[in-house]
T-cell receptor
Framework: IAGITQAPTSQILAAGRRMTLRCTQD?????MYWYRQDLGLGLRLIHY???????GKGEVPDGYSVSRANTDDFPLTLASAVPSQTSVYFC?????????????FGPGTRLTVL | DQQVKQNSPSLSVQEGRISILNCDYT??????FLWYKKYPAEGPTFLIS?????DKNEDGRFTVFLNKSAKHLSLHIVPSQPGDSAVYFC???????????FGKGTLLTVNP
């Protein structure tokens, strides 16, 4: 693999169910991020991790949790999904000292909560 | 409070003409600015960026201009091509803070 991979590509989920979106990067970047993209709202940061073992809250963290057990993986968990979490989710990564804090994005996961 | 604003949700231009996408920001701490391009069903990809110590950065057909006093930046695409049709996001960051703050995006359509 090269870059960032996300799984699944898309998912339809019943409300109340638990769901984990997976994200793996092979660039050895120290920082990783989860965004959601909604029509008319752009990209909003959910959670981030500056380095393995640490995480932080973004703009819209409620209803989501993350973990960063190692450098490569950054899963996003919806403990009990609600319809307002229907969105396209993007994982991204960046490296400290990288020019202009450029972030590299995965292809996204389209999640529908019914 | 939206710190990065893209006030035009969409823009339509003819092939060969100039496309100008605008972005305004409110946080004077921002010192790096980036433009991302996004095609449908794909993740955003980095396009061009500029540091606050500059007022212009050029890369081929793409030029970004920064007016710090007006807290305004713009992306110029010359000449525009149909393959440039995409959503363009403006983003900003400051200092050693890794996080980017994104605007809502502008959908550019370049008509053949």
């Amino acid at each position: 693999i090269a870059g960032i991979t996300q799984a699944p590509t898309s998912q339809i989920l019943a409300a109340g169910r638990r769901m984990t979106l997976r994200c793996t990067q092979d660039m050895r970047h120290n920082a990783m991020y989860w965004y959601r993209q909604d029509l008319g709202l752009g990209l909003r940061l959910i959670h981030y991790s500056n380095t393995a073992g640490t995480t932080g809250k973004g703009e819209v963290p409620d209803g989501y949790s993350v973990s960063r057990a190692n450098t490569d993986d950054f899963p996003l968990t919806l403990a009990s999904a609600v319809p307002s979490q229907t969105s396209v989710y993007f994982c991204a990564s960046s490296q400290e000292g990288q020019k202009y804090n450029e972030q590299f994005f995965g292809p996204g996961t389209r999640l529908t909560v019914l | 409070d939206q710190q990065v604003k893209q006030n035009s949700p969409s823009l339509s231009v003819q092939e060969g003409r100039i496309s100008i996408l605008n972005c305004d920001y409110t946080n004077s701490m921002f010192d790096y600015f980036l433009w991302y391009k996004k095609y449908p069903a794909e993740g955003p990809t980095f396009l061009i960026s500029i540091s606050s110590i500059k007022d212009k950065n050029e890369d081929g057909r793409f030029t970004v201009f920064l007016n710090k006093s007006a807290k305004h930046l713009s992306l110029h695409i010359v000449p525009s091509q149909p393959g440039d049709s995409a959503v363009y996001f403006c983003a900003a960051s400051w200092g050693s803070n890794y996080k980017l703050t994104f605007g809502k995006g502008t959908l550019l359509t370049v008509n053949p």
